[in-house]
């Protein structure tokens, strides 16, 4: 087997010592070639390059969420061809680490190498569905590009979140869920649509559901974890199905108390409810509108303002190994 391993370098959780042992160990099972991300958009690049290649197994993502849904989007920029690209496997390297813990990952480089190599021995993979983002024809988002997403995305309240972040992240700061926390609150604070929200859901058959303050669209459960906790937002998501929504109308500090409380205590078999939940299971396609332009984030990455985002889900479109 020939692998690419594509390695972040800026990942939070792994040393260059660390990176090392896992380059020799995986090297010792497969012929690897080992490649360091250089600049943004440097794994989908390489990404790109393995689904072109011809003699190209597998590639493996040493990184975070934003170093998968790189390489996961270099790999698909063609659509999806399960049994003809390189699979894809993940060594979780980031602070979070949301979709490698979805499948079932350990969130240690090293467990998850090991865990790696077993699947591998073991011929262990399957099939997962992602998410499609693209601009909504007739709209001013029209031409904005297409963009898979492996686990959610969100369109205003939580991607304001993440755009903070990102600021702190660039001044120097740390990811750590302390500062995410505290990115909540300053965002709740200066949130301008927390009692009349102004995004609208269309979905073909059903009644446009209007004023949402919040969108959370998942492609897997957990939505996130805070430590150690998962959050479940729309507890029914799977990689198996298609796309779920979670929509709040109304964004108000007691509201706010309420479903705040029912996600850090949300299971897998019960999520937050309530007469401002909007909730939605298993959609192959739906677009968000807002009556201003609001931040986009895709695997909490923040891609700028939206006035308009089509989702499509689409089942069975990469090989994993796990």
Do not use: C
């Amino acid at each position: 087997m020939r692998a690419l391993l594509v390695v972040n370098p800026a990942a939070t959780t792994t040393s260059a010592r660390t990176r090392d042992v896992l380059i020799h160990a995986l090297a010792s099972e497969m012929k690897l070639e080992a490649v360091t991300t250089e600049y943004r958009g440097h794994g989908r690049d390489l990404g790109r390059q393995a689904a072109e290649s011809d003699d190209i197994d597998l590639v493996v993502a040493l990184g975070g969420d934003g170093t998968v849904n790189e390489v996961v989007n270099g790999l698909l920029h063609a659509g999806p061809d399960p049994e003809h690209l390189p699979g894809l496997a993940v060594v979780p390297g980031g602070s979070t680490n949301v979709f490698a813990r979805a499948l079932g990952l350990p969130n240690q480089p090293v467990e998850a190498t090991g865990a790696l190599l077993d699947a591998l021995r073991e011929g262990r993979e399957r099939t997962v569905g992602l998410g499609l983002t693209s601009g909504t024809p007739g709209s001013e988002d029209e031409a904005v590009p297409t963009r898979w997403f492996t686990f959610n995305a969100g369109l205003g309240f939580d991607a304001g979140v993440v755009g903070r972040v990102e600021q702190q992240r660039e001044r120097g700061r740390k990811s750590t869920h302390a500062l995410y926390m505290r990115q909540v609150v300053r965002q709740l604070l200066g949130e301008p649509h927390r009692r009349r929200g102004v995004i609208t859901l269309e979905h073909p058959g059903d009644e446009p559901v209007t004023d949402l303050a919040l969108s959370i669209v998942s492609n897997t459960s957990p939505w996130t974890f805070l430590g150690n906790r998962p959050i479940y937002a729309s507890p029914k998501a799977s990689f198996d199905t298609g796309l779920d929504l979670f929509g709040l109308s109304r964004m108000s500090t007691t509201a706010v108390a309420r479903y705040g409380t029912q996600l850090l205590t949300s299971s897998p078999e019960r999520g937050p409810r309530g007469r401002h939940v909007v909730s939605r299971h298993d959609l192959t396609r739906f677009t968000l509108h807002s009556k201003v332009p609001l931040p986009l984030q895709m695997d909490g990455d923040h891609l700028g303002l939206r006035t308009s985002v089509t989702f499509t889900g689409v089942r069975r479109a990469l090989r994993v190994i796990v």
